[in-house]
């Protein structure tokens, strides 16, 4: 299991619909609206996955129409919370490569 | 069902700190800057200080209200640029928890219960002790044991009072126990302590050699840098050696899972497939580089290579059952990089062989020329806030003097008894007692009394049962200046006394990039808590101290008579002023004048100003006599105790990123302690399934020292045969596991390595 933060920029106008792309998302978990200096709009995001696939969840993310740019902030592997997942009867993609 | 609870909590505690560092990593919307907008009590102030945990040393700004501290945030003008881990962003409840020490305590009788006592009357029962001991049995049966956490000012205060006050060399600290091994081969190879890069040079690597070292956990500011990099250049490479597959491995191009102690021949094979490939350097080893042989004798390139011969990578992925083709693509790529940064911590230094290790890390650099250019460097990182600054810099370890002095050197001790105003002879000629040595001499009533300051050795000493009892010697006079009642040295205390902790008084730590920053006085401590430095001038007077030695006020005086000890020294920061440090978030030395910016990067012509401008080679090694490091042959050994037949497993010691050493700082603060409560043993899967231990079940593991229960961990993090315990917790004393061999140079404790047995509890 893996848990991630991710920062994402995203289009002013596009925010609703990104927005509503990362709820309907079973691995994103958490989800910010940020507007500051370095990000003028855009969301941060705690995902969490199967740790194999994190890579291509981020790839998948940072292709997403609207999405600006993407930077990985934090990322924790974890065994012991896939089988807690698993026995908590959350989605499991089975045991990491 | 203790292990779902806890899983439970610290996925929740996981999920939190990720969306608390996305937050902190868009720096004007960081968590404490959030909380701070929300608060309507919102902050009188906010004071320039150091993050208490660490050696990477972050940068912070405290907030406060009403003189009490109610916020924290990444200080944007410190090397973190506003970044903070969560125990640093968690520091707040620290400072302003009910559990500390408030006032002197003593224990009249041993065995019998600490009771209050006032300031006074416990300075002239520590003084009298002193004064007694010394009398009767000579300076030699007293002694200072200090910290990487105590302030430079207090540790620089404290070696002058020992060495230069009672004339003795026994005085240590807790660095020997971490950082001892990097010392020795900063010195031997390059002939002066201290990383000669810095932390910019994270930001310019292509690649990444770390090995023995859990970044992601142990340093987890420096660790998002890292990632940082690679996410910004794809190119970038990461190679991590580690027997776990930590968080750090899981960023790794290659992930190197040796088997343990076989670090050293694996970084001899790196070196031989570098020259049999011609990866290496001959321009930069030939002007800047002699060889030593096994026997410490000038050798040439030619025998360095014959002597890498025993470490061809066939034979070499053999001894560290690993795949051979591992070997080859981290040397080439090691050496074909634009710019290498090796990283390395405990999993080198707490070894038998630490300071070899640390010397063969340097000889990749200095045989690829990945070394004094941005980028390309060798970094070893720090485990404590003012491990560097404090102990190392100032020479309080037991063979050291201030600014690299050496106590064995007759020259070196003329020139302190000369800046210290001391008549001819005053400081020892004799090289005092290193940790291990200075606790059994405890235990032998050779040492009578000792002062441990801002440590907590009867948690952290390997072969803990010994020095327990070594500790509990009816002549010992044990004083403890401790911030926190549950430190488990306190129950071996004869007298405690209260210090005023982190920024309830203003002070200097130096962090693992020869960075100094100065944390502010932001709020008063509670109760009777003192500055440590005031306690020891006091305590220095009654003891019958030259006056005029500890002529000081507060800690802003000793800094100021530190600063010119270090005039004209090759750690020369006499350029740092108090005002300076206040005005700057920190400056990394050597910096001679109060115009001088700081050094990024040491023995470099045009940026290091000790090197003379019109040297003929841009690099100057010149910590040596001729200029020139060394490249050191250093045969590859086994750990102190391998695995045998009746206890057949490697057992190692490790962090967890929720806690910091013995968790007296972070057992204060319920969200960490919820997310790791309790000591547990890593297994990896193979081992449970021979040994039918299942995921949380209790199980003893065993060593020839101590047999200790914890809950199992069934993962794939060890490799097979190796298992793993956190240090953290005070109920679960698992250094009574390790054994107490040293390395015979730094004396620094094999911490990561014994052997043990495990069986169903």
């Given at each position: 299991m893996a848990i991630a933060s991710v920062i994402l920029k995203v289009t002013q106008a596009k925010l609703d619909a990104v927005e509503a792309t990362l709820t309907n998302m079973r691995e994103c978990v958490e989800l910010q609206r940020l507007h500051s200096v370095n990000v003028e709009s855009g969301f941060a995001v705690v995902l969490e996955c199967q740790g194999a696939k994190l890579a291509h969840l981020l790839e998948h993310l940072e292709q997403l129409p609207d999405v600006e740019e993407l930077n990985l902030i934090f990322a924790n592997y974890e065994d012991d919370l896939e089988a807690e997942a698993s026995k908590a009867g959350t989605k499991s993609e089975g045991k990491r490569l | 069902m203790l292990y779902k609870v806890m899983d439970r909590s610290r996925r929740d505690f996981l999920r939190s700190m990720a969306m608390s560092a996305a937050l902190a990593a868009v720096s004007d919307l960081s968590l404490p800057a959030m909380a701070h907008a929300a608060d309507?009590?919102?902050?009188d102030k906010w004071v320039k200080g150091v993050c208490r945990y660490c050696g990477t040393g972050c940068g912070v700004l405290i907030g406060v209200k009403n003189g009490r501290a109610v916020a924290i945030q990444g200080?944007?003008?410190?090397?973190?640029?506003?970044l903070l881990c969560l125990k640093g962003s968690l520091l707040i409840p620290v400072l302003n928890c009910k559990e500390r020490v408030t006032q002197p305590l003593v224990r009249r009788q041993k065995g019998g219960p600490l009771t209050p006592i006032s300031w006074d009357e416990a300075l002239d029962l520590m003084a009298s002790k002193f004064k007694d001991s010394i009398a009767k049995y000579g300076p030699d049966s007293v002694a200072w044991y200090g910290s990487g956490q105590c302030l430079t000012e207090e540790s620089y205060l404290a070696n002058k009072i020992f060495k230069g006050g009672f004339g003795t060399n026994n005085v240590d600290g807790?660095?020997?126990?971490?950082?001892a091994s990097a010392v020795g081969g900063y010195t031997t190879t390059f002939g002066k302590d201290e990383p000669m890069g810095s932390y910019e040079d994270i930001d310019k690597a292509t690649c990444f050699f770390i090995i023995g070292s859990n970044t992601s956990e142990a340093h987890p500011v420096l660790f998002r840098r890292v990632a940082r990099r690679k996410q910004v250049e794809p190119g970038v490479k990461i190679i991590v050696a580690d027997p776990r597959r930590t968080n750090t491995s899981r960023i790794a191009d290659i992930h190197i899972a040796f088997r343990p102690g076989t670090d050293l021949a694996l970084m001899h094979s790196m070196a031989w497939v570098i020259i049999h490939e011609e990866l290496d350097n001959p321009r930069f080893w030939n002007r800047h580089v002699n060889f030593i042989n096994p026997e410490g004798q000038p050798a040439t390139f030619e025998d360095y290579k014959a002597f890498l011969e025993q470490y061809r990578p066939e034979k070499v992925a053999e001894i560290c059952q690993i795949p051979v083709q591992q070997i080859y693509d981290a040397g080439r790529i090691f050496a074909e990089s634009a710019a290498t940064m090796s990283l390395w911590c405990m999993g080198i230094n707490q070894r038998v062989q630490g300071v070899f290790a640390n010397n063969l890390i340097h000889n990749l650099h200095l045989l690829t020329g990945q070394i004094c250019r941005p980028g390309a460097t060798s970094f070893s990182l720090t485990g404590q806030p003012n491990a560097c600054g404090g102990v190392r810099d100032t020479g309080s370890l037991a063979h050291l003097l201030p600014a690299g002095r050496q106590v064995a050197n007759p020259k070196h001790r003329a020139e302190m008894e000369q800046l210290w105003g001391l008549p001819q002879g005053r400081i020892s000629p004799k090289v005092g007692p290193h940790t291990v040595a200075l606790f059994e001499a405890l235990g032998r009533s050779e040492i009578r009394c000792v002062i441990i300051c801002e440590t907590n050795p009867a948690h952290t000493l390997p072969n803990l049962n010994k020095f327990h009892k070594a500790m509990s010697n009816p002549d010992a006079f044990i004083v403890s200046i401790e911030a926190f009642p549950d430190a488990v040295t306190l129950q071996f205390a004869d007298l405690v006394l209260a210090p005023a902790f982190w920024c309830e008084r203003d002070g200097v730590y130096g962090c693992g990039e020869r960075r100094y920053s100065l944390t502010e006085k932001a709020v008063d401590g509670p109760g009777q808590v003192r500055p440590t430095v005031n306690t020891l001038v006091e305590f220095a007077k009654r003891a019958g101290v030259d006056p005029k030695l500890v002529n000081f006020k507060n800690a802003e005086d000793v800094w100021n008579e530190w600063r010119m000890v270090s005039k004209g020294t090759t750690y020369d920061f006499s350029g740092m002023t108090r005002e300076r440090l206040r005005k700057e978030s920190g400056i990394l030395w050597p910096c001679p004048s109060e115009d001088h910016p700081g050094t990024p990067m040491r023995f470099v012509r045009g940026v290091d100003p000790l090197v003379p401008a019109n040297h003929p080679t841009r690099v100057f090694f010149y910590g040596k006599p001729d200029g020139r490091a060394c490249i050191f042959m250093r045969p590859a050994k086994g750990a102190a105790e391998e695995p045998d037949q009746d206890y057949p497993l490697y057992l190692t010691s490790m962090r967890v990123i929720d806690h910091w050493h013995t968790a007296t700082m972070t057992g204060k603060v319920p969200e960490l302690l919820k997310a790791n409560p309790a000591a547990f043993v890593e297994i990896n899967s193979a081992d449970a399934a021979k040994y039918n231990i299942k995921h949380g079940e209790m199980v003893i593991v065993e060593t020839r020292r101590d047999a200790i229960a914890l809950p199992a961990r069934v993962s794939d993090i060890c490799r097979p045969g190796l298992i793993a315990v956190p240090f953290f917790d005070a109920k679960k004393l698992v250094n009574k596991l390790f054994l107490d061999a040293t390395d015979p140079g730094s004396r620094e404790p094999e911490y990561k390595i014994c052997a043990a047995r495990l069986r169903k509890a």
């Open positions: - | 309507p009590d919102k902050p200080d944007p003008n410190n090397h973190n640029a506003g807790n660095p020997r126990l971490c950082m």
